[in-house]
Protein backbone atom coordinates (compact mmCIF):
# COMPACT_ATOMS: atom_id res chain seq x y z
CA UNK A 1 0.00 0.00 0.00
CA UNK A 2 1.29 3.53 -0.73
CA UNK A 3 1.89 6.04 1.01
CA UNK A 4 0.87 8.41 -1.66
CA UNK A 5 -2.64 8.03 -2.25
CA UNK A 6 -3.96 9.43 -5.73
CA UNK A 7 -7.32 9.36 -6.75
CA UNK A 8 -7.77 6.11 -9.06
CA UNK A 9 -9.33 7.72 -12.46
CA UNK A 10 -9.81 10.87 -13.76
CA UNK A 11 -11.57 12.00 -17.11
CA UNK A 12 -12.32 15.03 -19.58
CA UNK A 13 -13.27 15.55 -22.88
CA UNK A 14 -11.00 17.49 -25.53
CA UNK A 15 -9.92 20.53 -24.76
CA UNK A 16 -10.46 20.49 -21.05
CA UNK A 17 -8.61 20.71 -17.74
CA UNK A 18 -7.87 17.54 -15.60
CA UNK A 19 -6.53 18.10 -12.20
CA UNK A 20 -5.03 14.81 -10.24
CA UNK A 21 -4.35 14.90 -6.54
CA UNK A 22 -1.17 13.25 -4.70
CA UNK A 23 -2.07 13.26 -1.21
CA UNK A 24 1.17 12.03 1.05
CA UNK A 25 2.47 13.03 4.82
CA UNK A 26 5.08 15.28 6.52
CA UNK A 27 7.61 12.71 5.69
CA UNK A 28 7.53 12.33 1.80
CA UNK A 29 5.87 15.36 -0.01
CA UNK A 30 5.80 17.39 2.98
CA UNK A 31 9.83 17.50 3.17
CA UNK A 32 10.86 16.59 -0.71
CA UNK A 33 10.31 17.34 -3.93
CA UNK A 34 7.47 16.04 -6.42
CA UNK A 35 8.23 13.89 -10.01
CA UNK A 36 5.62 13.01 -11.91
CA UNK A 37 5.68 10.30 -14.18
CA UNK A 38 3.51 9.60 -17.40
CA UNK A 39 2.75 5.77 -18.15
CA UNK A 40 1.50 4.77 -21.54
CA UNK A 41 0.87 0.88 -21.78
CA UNK A 42 3.51 -1.33 -22.99
CA UNK A 43 5.80 1.48 -23.10
CA UNK A 44 8.76 3.26 -19.91
CA UNK A 45 7.51 5.75 -17.44
CA UNK A 46 8.10 9.36 -18.82
CA UNK A 47 9.05 11.80 -15.77
CA UNK A 48 6.87 14.69 -16.63
CA UNK A 49 6.89 16.97 -13.90
CA UNK A 50 10.28 16.94 -11.87
CA UNK A 51 10.78 18.99 -8.46
CA UNK A 52 7.17 20.07 -7.85
CA UNK A 53 6.95 22.07 -10.75
CA UNK A 54 9.50 21.93 -13.75
CA UNK A 55 8.80 20.08 -16.60
CA UNK A 56 11.68 18.89 -18.49
CA UNK A 57 12.77 19.45 -22.19
CA UNK A 58 9.94 18.20 -24.62
CA UNK A 59 7.22 18.30 -22.05
CA UNK A 60 4.19 20.07 -23.34
CA UNK A 61 3.55 23.20 -21.21
CA UNK A 62 -0.06 21.92 -20.96
CA UNK A 63 1.49 19.95 -18.06
CA UNK A 64 1.90 21.76 -14.70
CA UNK A 65 2.86 20.77 -10.98
CA UNK A 66 2.34 22.33 -8.25
CA UNK A 67 2.81 21.42 -4.37
CA UNK A 68 0.95 22.82 -1.20
CA UNK A 69 1.70 21.40 2.00
CA UNK A 70 1.85 17.62 2.55
CA UNK A 71 -0.11 17.66 -1.14
CA UNK A 72 0.79 17.84 -4.74
CA UNK A 73 -1.18 18.55 -8.37
CA UNK A 74 -0.98 18.07 -11.78
CA UNK A 75 -3.08 19.50 -14.20
CA UNK A 76 -3.03 18.78 -17.65
CA UNK A 77 -4.94 21.45 -19.96
CA UNK A 78 -5.69 21.67 -22.94
CA UNK A 79 -6.62 17.84 -23.23
CA UNK A 80 -5.93 15.46 -25.77
CA UNK A 81 -6.61 12.16 -26.77
CA UNK A 82 -2.83 10.96 -26.40
CA UNK A 83 -2.47 12.34 -22.66
CA UNK A 84 -4.79 8.99 -21.94
CA UNK A 85 -2.24 7.47 -19.78
CA UNK A 86 -1.60 6.67 -15.70
CA UNK A 87 -0.16 9.20 -14.13
CA UNK A 88 2.06 8.63 -11.13
CA UNK A 89 3.32 10.99 -8.46
CA UNK A 90 6.65 10.21 -6.70
CA UNK A 91 9.12 11.72 -3.66
CA UNK A 92 11.79 10.54 -1.49
CA UNK A 93 9.75 9.06 1.88
CA UNK A 94 12.14 10.03 4.99
CA UNK A 95 10.78 7.82 7.28
CA UNK A 96 11.30 5.29 4.75
CA UNK A 97 14.60 5.76 3.48
CA UNK A 98 12.86 5.33 -0.14
CA UNK A 99 11.26 6.98 -3.24
CA UNK A 100 7.84 6.04 -3.07
CA UNK A 101 5.32 6.01 -6.13
CA UNK A 102 1.80 7.08 -5.92
CA UNK A 103 -0.91 4.78 -6.74
CA UNK A 104 -1.47 6.08 -9.87
CA UNK A 105 -4.43 7.44 -11.54
CA UNK A 106 -5.54 6.62 -15.24
CA UNK A 107 -6.94 9.41 -17.44
CA UNK A 108 -9.83 8.81 -19.71
CA UNK A 109 -10.16 11.47 -22.53
CA UNK A 110 -14.13 11.08 -23.31
CA UNK B 1 22.09 10.21 -26.21
CA UNK B 2 21.68 8.10 -23.07
CA UNK B 3 20.45 4.61 -23.76
CA UNK B 4 19.42 2.56 -21.34
CA UNK B 5 18.88 -1.64 -21.90
CA UNK B 6 17.63 -4.06 -19.77
CA UNK B 7 18.71 -7.98 -20.00
CA UNK B 8 18.56 -11.12 -18.20
CA UNK B 9 16.70 -14.36 -17.74
CA UNK B 10 13.16 -13.60 -18.56
CA UNK B 11 11.57 -17.08 -16.62
CA UNK B 12 12.87 -17.89 -13.03
CA UNK B 13 11.81 -20.26 -11.04
CA UNK B 14 10.16 -19.84 -7.54
CA UNK B 15 12.79 -19.57 -4.55
CA UNK B 16 15.86 -18.84 -7.00
CA UNK B 17 17.48 -15.71 -7.69
CA UNK B 18 16.36 -13.06 -10.09
CA UNK B 19 19.73 -11.24 -11.68
CA UNK B 20 19.05 -8.42 -14.28
CA UNK B 21 21.44 -6.41 -15.96
CA UNK B 22 21.19 -2.36 -17.28
CA UNK B 23 23.95 -1.65 -19.50
CA UNK B 24 23.98 1.92 -20.63
CA UNK B 25 25.71 3.44 -23.92
CA UNK B 26 25.92 6.97 -24.79
CA UNK B 27 26.93 8.05 -21.40
CA UNK B 28 29.52 7.07 -18.24
CA UNK B 29 27.78 5.71 -14.97
CA UNK B 30 30.63 7.06 -13.53
CA UNK B 31 29.24 10.35 -12.56
CA UNK B 32 28.62 11.56 -8.89
CA UNK B 33 25.72 13.71 -9.88
CA UNK B 34 23.34 11.01 -10.95
CA UNK B 35 22.04 7.95 -9.36
CA UNK B 36 20.68 5.15 -11.17
CA UNK B 37 17.41 3.03 -10.64
CA UNK B 38 15.21 0.07 -10.64
CA UNK B 39 11.73 0.05 -11.07
CA UNK B 40 9.12 -2.66 -11.41
CA UNK B 41 5.09 -3.15 -12.22
CA UNK B 42 3.53 -6.39 -11.76
CA UNK B 43 0.54 -6.80 -14.00
CA UNK B 44 -2.28 -4.74 -13.41
CA UNK B 45 -0.83 -3.15 -10.65
CA UNK B 46 0.96 0.63 -10.23
CA UNK B 47 5.23 1.03 -10.16
CA UNK B 48 6.98 0.25 -7.30
CA UNK B 49 10.28 1.38 -6.81
CA UNK B 50 12.84 -1.39 -5.91
CA UNK B 51 16.11 0.82 -5.60
CA UNK B 52 18.99 3.34 -6.67
CA UNK B 53 22.35 3.05 -6.52
CA UNK B 54 25.77 5.82 -6.61
CA UNK B 55 28.84 4.78 -9.00
CA UNK B 56 30.33 4.71 -5.66
CA UNK B 57 27.91 1.99 -4.95
CA UNK B 58 25.75 4.31 -2.19
CA UNK B 59 22.71 2.28 -2.02
CA UNK B 60 19.23 2.73 -1.12
CA UNK B 61 16.67 -0.61 -1.30
CA UNK B 62 12.94 0.13 -0.97
CA UNK B 63 12.18 -1.67 2.40
CA UNK B 64 9.63 -4.08 1.31
CA UNK B 65 12.66 -5.76 -0.39
CA UNK B 66 15.30 -4.95 1.03
CA UNK B 67 16.30 -8.36 2.82
CA UNK B 68 16.43 -9.89 -0.47
CA UNK B 69 17.67 -7.02 -2.97
CA UNK B 70 21.22 -6.55 -4.06
CA UNK B 71 22.60 -3.43 -6.51
CA UNK B 72 25.98 -3.09 -7.46
CA UNK B 73 27.54 -1.42 -10.31
CA UNK B 74 30.36 -2.04 -13.31
CA UNK B 75 32.06 1.13 -14.04
CA UNK B 76 34.56 -1.12 -16.98
CA UNK B 77 31.39 -2.08 -18.13
CA UNK B 78 29.36 0.92 -17.62
CA UNK B 79 26.62 -1.48 -16.26
CA UNK B 80 24.23 -1.64 -13.01
CA UNK B 81 23.40 -5.06 -11.96
CA UNK B 82 20.15 -5.85 -10.15
CA UNK B 83 19.84 -9.59 -8.00
CA UNK B 84 16.70 -10.29 -6.25
CA UNK B 85 16.69 -13.57 -3.90
CA UNK B 86 14.05 -16.26 -3.16
CA UNK B 87 11.77 -14.71 -5.85
CA UNK B 88 7.88 -15.63 -5.72
CA UNK B 89 5.02 -15.36 -8.23
CA UNK B 90 4.58 -11.78 -6.48
CA UNK B 91 8.17 -10.71 -8.40
CA UNK B 92 6.34 -11.18 -11.52
CA UNK B 93 7.09 -8.05 -13.44
CA UNK B 94 8.19 -5.55 -15.36
CA UNK B 95 11.52 -4.31 -14.25
CA UNK B 96 13.28 -0.97 -15.41
CA UNK B 97 16.64 0.55 -14.72
CA UNK B 98 16.23 4.42 -15.13
CA UNK B 99 19.04 7.11 -14.39
CA UNK B 100 18.27 10.31 -11.77
CA UNK B 101 20.10 13.59 -11.53
CA UNK B 102 20.37 13.82 -7.13
CA UNK B 103 17.66 15.38 -5.71
CA UNK B 104 15.41 15.08 -8.69
CA UNK B 105 13.23 12.80 -10.27
CA UNK B 106 14.26 9.11 -13.51
CA UNK B 107 14.15 11.27 -16.38
CA UNK B 108 16.12 8.74 -18.94
CA UNK B 109 14.43 4.92 -18.95
CA UNK B 110 15.72 1.62 -20.69
CA UNK B 111 12.66 0.03 -22.34
CA UNK B 112 11.71 -2.90 -19.65
CA UNK B 113 12.53 -6.20 -19.42
CA UNK B 114 9.32 -9.13 -18.29
CA UNK B 115 10.46 -11.49 -16.12
CA UNK B 116 8.18 -14.12 -15.07
CA UNK B 117 8.49 -16.23 -11.11
CA UNK B 118 7.09 -19.68 -12.48
CA UNK B 119 7.99 -23.16 -12.17
Known amino acids: QSVLTQPPSASGTPGQRVTISCSGSSSNIGRNTVNWYQKLPGTAPKLLID???QRPSGVPDRFSGSKSGTSASLAISGLQSDDEADYYC???????????FGTGTKVTVL | QLHLQESGPRLVKPSETLSLTCSVS??????????WGWIRQAPGKGLEWIGS???????HYSPSLKSRVTMSVDTSKNQISLTLNSVTAADTAVYYC???????????WGQGTTVTVSS
Open chain 1, 51 to 53: SND
Open chain 1, 90 to 100: AAWDGSLNGYV
Open chain 2, 53 to 59: IYYSGST
Open chain 2, 26 to 35: GGSISTSTYY
Open chain 2, 98 to 108: ARGFAGSGMDV
